[in-house]
């Protein structure tokens, strides 16, 4: 059975995690290849370092120096050259000619029997290859120093020219997900400035008839609307425009044209709500008309409803398209399809080519009840036990509406497909918050 967007999955199949994740991932591959699309994902602007945290390098970064510039030294100490050096235990003793600083070269020459006093980071005197650290020398005095010769080779302690990077190589590759070291790393090259790739235009909505805004009060029945809040968050970390197209009714004609104006504006457009099994038909309805959308039950939890495709909205002359994704309404579960299938898309659309979140293990300090037949994702807290091993528990109540077990966690504990009950003691996979969500 084929499951992309053109050939609808009817909600009474349920689809594994896996396959849903492969069906995004191919359509949007499709999209980026189709020179049609209005907002051509290949756009590039360069910004400065101090604004390109979280943007996709565009081009590779090439290191326009050998980095380090020239041979330096790893410690404070005292350089010389090793030639000197033998095997025994008996000592060596050098005359301290001169002192070498970080930033300030010294231009003299070091003879046989002669050495420099050093700082770390300090140029080497093109006559000396090896640094005696400081703490390693027996005596020393304003003037001469000794030390056990068999305590270094040579070369020891000498950081060399481009051991870093070399001229003209790639210091980071494009696709890069921009972080913190990488902008250091940036600067270390006299780089201000990088390609990057274009922000993403995102636009979220909620849909509703029991939804209020922030500015409202709450009547009977009616709930405020946190998903906007959450998905902002979430759209933030990866540092994208966002299009807050605000809360919608459960009204055929509203919501149609509410898709048909978020589309318009946006690359991808995140719908929250609409698409359980009650209200599917309803939603169903107007994708058909406004482009090729699946409607999928997929098998987990929380999540299980969501609704994925592409949207053709006119603008101008030409025809646009836009990623959409029908996420379920449930808090949690929004979070949780968020960092299951959009996140990547995310990435992938504007050509990160880091699109899979790190994972790790740990051991589950308690039982947890599995059914095998879904992907579980369980909101939980990584910590360490008395031998310093890591391990998960659970955040109370795990129901698909309870925020509170999410913003309590700092984790996903995943649970595979097939996976059964969990015993405590069990490794599971875990997932981590920081930096994702
Ligand atoms: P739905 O997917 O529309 O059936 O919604 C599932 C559950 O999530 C319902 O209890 C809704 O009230 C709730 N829900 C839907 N959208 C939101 C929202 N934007 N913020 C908070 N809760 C929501
Ligand atoms: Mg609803």
Redesign the pocket.
Known sequence: MKHSPNSPILLTSSLHVDEARKAISQLVKELIEESRALHDPKDIETVSLDQAINRILAQDLLSPIDVPAADNSAMDGYAFNGKCLGTGDNNISLEIVGTAFAGKPYKGKINQGECLKIMTGAVMPADCDTVIPQELTITQTETQIEFKQNLLKPGENRRLRGEDLKQSKPAIQAGRLLRPSDLGLAASLGISTLQVKRKLKVAIL???D??RSLEQTLDAGS??????Y?LTGLLNRLNLEIIDCG?VR?DPTALKQAFIDAATKSDVLIS?????V??ADFTKQIMQELGDVGFWKIAMRPGR?MAFGILKATAGASERKTLFFG?????V??MVTFYQFVRAALLQLNGSNQTEPPMTQAISEAPIRKKPGRTEFQRAILGRNAEGRPTVRLTGSQG??I?RSMSEANCFVILAHDQGNIAAGDWVDVALFEGLL
């Open positions: 909620s849909s509703g029991e939804l709930i405020y609307d946190s998903n906007r959450s809360i459960d929250s709500g609409g698409v359980s009650g209200e409803p996420l379920p309404g449930n808090p579960a929004v698909a509406g925020l």
